[in-house]
């Protein structure tokens, strides 16, 4: 087998968005009616190699679903869409992992998540890959305990590598000790940003992230995204857009901004690919039904930079 431009290890399982959810959904076997629901294929990480698949990488993702139907619909999603799966492995008795997103009022959602076979995924190790990503650290205990070792393993080969924690359930957000400084890239969002580094500004975050020798990446919904790099901060615009579903926006983001990089390094550039990603993103439910191609990319990160002049 030859090298993967990227492979992404972590999460993968169908999401169920609810649009139109009360803030409080009524108990006592009441049923509410809401205005969609829609079966999409979410997990972090799948998101992620959808999206990088879509903008034209040879992508891979390692994994594992269930022997059960939410399993199969992952595997035909992502195979669907050019995704090599050969690496999700099927457990023989836990169900694949199931998301039911509840999108209330205001845009604000609840996320309630089974990781079923998710918590014992343990991967030994990776195939050759130009860049490793990993994805929902704090979903995965046994890949979180692995995964040091698995950049560095990677770094070895010539990889370079990131990591997008997302949110921690726990509370705790704790990484291992070295896992930053064998990270190339971090990807948190604002608030995962601020409870990693126990801190309380972006601009703190940062310093804090890169003093850990990782280049934070900070995601800032509407307003963008923001990089410490050694030459100082970066940042770039997101494009004004009206939002239909903003879930996987994020992982959209690290698609577009993974694609950047290795089309010649530029973070200025993957910056704004990873925003031009992100805002395309959101123009459909669910996190990869508005993933765009390359070309659509690329326009849309031009006229962003030109309207933020
Ligand atoms: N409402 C929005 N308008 C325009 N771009 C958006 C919007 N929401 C998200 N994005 C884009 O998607 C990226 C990731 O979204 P964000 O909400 O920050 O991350 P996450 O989904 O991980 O919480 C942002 O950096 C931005 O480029
Ligand atoms: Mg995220």
């Known amino acids: ?15 169920v968005l609810i649009a139109g959810a009360p803030a409080v959904p009524a108990y006592g076997q009441t049923e509410t009616l809401v205005r969609a629901g829609t079966l999409a294929l979410g997990g972090s990480a799948a ?4 999206g990088a698949a879509r903008l034209g990488l040879a992508t891979a993702l390692v994994s594992v679903v269930g022997r059960d139907s939410a399993g199969s619909f992952v595997l035909d999603t992502l195979a669907s869409a050019g995704v090599d799966v050969s690496r999700v492995t099927r457990h023989d008795e836990e169900p694949t992992a199931l ?3 509840l999108g ?17 995924f343990d991967p030994r190790e990776l195939p050759r890959a130009r860049h490793v990503h990993a994805a929902s650290y704090f979903l995965q205990p046994r890949l979180a305990g692995r995964l040091t070792g698995l950049f560095r393993d990677a770094r070895d080969l010539g990889a370079t590598t990131s990591l997008d924690t997302n949110h921690d359930p726990s509370g705790r957000w704790n990484l291992a000790p070295g896992l930053l400084g064998a990270c190339d890239y971090a990807l948190p969002n604002e608030s995962e940003a601020l409870a990693l580094s126990r801190t ?5 975050a940062m310093a804090a992230l890169a003093g850990s020798g990782t280049t934070p990446v900070v995601k800032r919904g509407r307003d963008g995204a923001v990089a410490l790099t050694e030459g100082g901060v970066v940042t770039a615009r997101s494009h004004p857009v009206d939002p239909v579903d903003t879930v996987g926006a994020g992982d959209s983001f690290d698609a577009g901004f993974l694609a950047g990089l290795l089309d010649g390094g530029d973070l200025t550039r993957a910056l704004a690919l990873g925003c031009a990603c992100g805002a395309l993103s959101t123009g459909a439910a669910g996190g990869t039904a508005a993933q765009p191609a390359w070309e659509q990319a ?9 309207e933020g002049r």
């Open 298 to 306: 690329l326009a849309f990160a031009r006229q962003g930079h030109e």
């Open 104 to 120: 209330g009022p205001d845009g604000d959602r609840a996320i309630l998540t089974a990781t079923g076979a998710l918590a014992s």
């Open 200 to 204: 309380g500004s972006v601009a703190q």
């Open 1 to 15: 087998m030859g090298t993967f431009d990227l492979v992404v290890v972590g999460d993968a399982n169908p999401d």
């Open 99 to 101: 998301t039911v997103c």
């Open 47 to 50: 998101i992620v190699a959808h």
